[in-house]
């Protein structure tokens, strides 16, 4: 197996591009399949670019904050909770 389809993400899209064919072709040519499209994806320049594009960014935060008081939390001099 190669290693670009350690990836889930990755090995989701190549899954999806050799499903037409699990019904025609052998769980091994299936797999020789997989392995050639990702030794493509490593070795083309064109195809290694589309799929660091295609590939969706990675958000540290999910964007949710706390608003509000917390309680204990301290308190500056116009009675609101530091941060607020």
Known sequence: MHPLLD????????????APYQKLLSPEDLDF???????????DERAARALRRARPRDVDASGEAF???IDGA???GRGRAVGE
């Open 7 to 18: 990836d889930p993400w990755v090995k989701a899209r190549i899954d999806a591009a050799v």
């Open 67 to 69: 608003v509000g008081r």
């Open 74 to 76: 301290p308190v500056n």
């Open 33 to 43: 399949m997989r392995d050639e499209l990702a030794e493509l994806l490593v070795r």
